[in-house]
């Protein structure tokens, strides 16, 4: 079954896309491979650019890494600047979202591929960035579940801050908080970073999916879970 589709590209996506066509040897750009599109062909490794949810993008990931390596980029806004536009796209308003992500935030999305991790050719590359979040009148004849005066219209790169390479599962760990005890419960994650329990628990999810970690035993009504060491080959 082909994937070929046609779709709306948002501005944050064909940025990334331009930033890795450049730097990757012999890119070529939305080329076919295996009856998939992917974002950048180069000669050693397909780059698959995936700003949203990573459910969308499971099945073809799946079937590429069979054959190719394959690098899977993926930007967490740690500044985010929301600009509101009126129907002629003229800037009313611009000011700084107080939510900064972290790169703990990747696990939101991982739990949809956690078992990828874990594939020799495989990796993920995390592109902490700057953004602006352009919001503007709802079209229309558009219909939410909550009442709203506004949708979003487009995410546009303003500066990428930082890039982490996980080539490993053991690579996850360093997304952890600092501090966290080498016996840790999905409590701990919570309680170090601020962050909810349903991410906390995601991010053990795809750690003990991945085999970075392991279940020692229980504190409570919590699993305590424990790191597992790097093989040879995963610590270089």
Known sequence: MSDFTTYREGSLHAS????????????????AVDGFVVDVVGRDEL????????????????????????VLVHPI?????LVLVDADGVILRRRRSPKRGLALD????????????????????LALIREEEIRGPIPEGAAYRYPRQWWRMDRRLVDVVETLRLDTPADLLGLLPMG?????????????????????????YCLE????????????????????????????
């Open 180 to 204: 966290l005890p080498d016996l840790f419960t999905s409590a701990d994650i919570v309680a170090a970073t601020g962050r909810s329990k349903r991410l906390a628990m995601r991010a053990v």
């Open 47 to 70: 780059v698959e650019i995936q700003t949203a949810s990573f459910a969308s993008v499971s099945r073809k990931l799946q079937r590429l890494v069979i054959a190719h390596r394959v």
């Open 16 to 31: 990334l896309k331009a930033r890795y066509a450049a730097i990757v040897v012999d890119a070529r750009v939305e080329a």
């Open 106 to 125: 990747l696990f939101d999305e991982l739990v949809h591929i956690a078992s990828l991790m874990a594939e020799p050719g495989f990796r993920i590359e």
């Open 209 to 236: 999916r991945s085999g970075a970690i392991r279940r020692i035993g229980r504190r409570g009504r919590f699993v305590v879970y424990g790191r597992v060491p790097a093989t040879a080959d995963e610590a270089g």
């Open 77 to 81: 806004a740690i500044e985010k600047w």
